[in-house]
């Protein structure tokens, strides 16, 4: 039995969708405690410094895909192509899928990561950062749920509930992209240009050279060149 013939079965069969959705809400609930362990409680081993770097970067990539599949999905949908609809939404969800293990993996090895800017960038960041992060808690069941009332052939409720699913996944996955791409900014800037983040924090006239008064540069110059002769 393929994976065709799997989803077919479970259209002709009649299964009550209240169980089936009171388990989704379990599963999910458990599976966010889990990651708001993994973010705020688990501290990872130093021993992965420094190693397996590019899974921040495979999340982005992973996050990138989804949100392609879904638009690619929505088009289909709109032009009344069922297969090809259904082919691209689960090719979301695979994505979705993989991009949960390596953020779980990303995490369990690495910890959190600082954003390391300031002043209204770092504001702007964490307030799409919290977005991100809530819409997110929201998505899982709902994603999970949309896909059961499809796959049991409930159509009026698929589409019913797929109305405020779809905007929030793409929200997420297209903002899991912007939050990558912001943290990398900072981190490059921050580690060429350390000054550039904390300059407007420093005292007024912190970095400026004090202005000499009239004369004081002439008599300066000539002390220099007195102490450079007695030094030969």
């Not at 088009?75 to 779980?104: C, D, G, P, Q, W």
């Not at 995490?107 to 959190?112: P, R």
């Amino acid at each position: 039995m393929d994976f065709c013939d799997l989803i077919v079965g479970m259209e002709q069969t009649g299964i009550n969708p209240r169980p089936v959705v009171g388990a989704i809400i379990v599963v999910s609930g458990l599976a966010v405690s889990f990651l708001l362990w993994l973010l705020y409680v688990h501290h990872a081993s130093s021993d992965f410094a420094g190693r397996w770097m590019f899974l921040p970067a495979l999340n982005a990539l992973l996050n990138g895909l989804c949100a392609i599949a879904l638009c690619v999905g929505l088009y289909f949908i709109k032009h009344r192509n069922r297969e090809a609809h259904r082919t691209s939404m689960l090719l979301a969800f695979a994505f979705s899928s993989v991009f949960l293990v390596s953020y779980i993996v990303n995490h369990a090895l690495h910890g959190d990561t600082i954003f390391p800017g300031h002043g209204p960038v770092r504001t702007l960041y964490l307030s799409i950062l919290a977005s991100h992060v809530i819409l997110s808690i929201v998505a899982l069941p709902m994603v999970l749920t949309t896909f059961f009332f499809s796959l049991t052939g409930r159509f009026a409720m698929h589409r019913r509930i797929a109305r405020f699913t779809f905007p929030i996944w793409l929200y997420v996955s297209i903002t899991g992209v912007v939050v990558f791409v912001r943290r990398k900014d900072a981190s490059i800037d921050d580690h060429h240009f350390p000054w550039n983040s904390r300059r407007k924090w420093l005292p007024r006239g912190f970095l400026q050279v004090p202005k000499l008064r009239a004369g004081t540069h002439a008599r300066w110059a000539e002390s220099s060149e007195t102490v450079c002769c007695a030094d030969q």
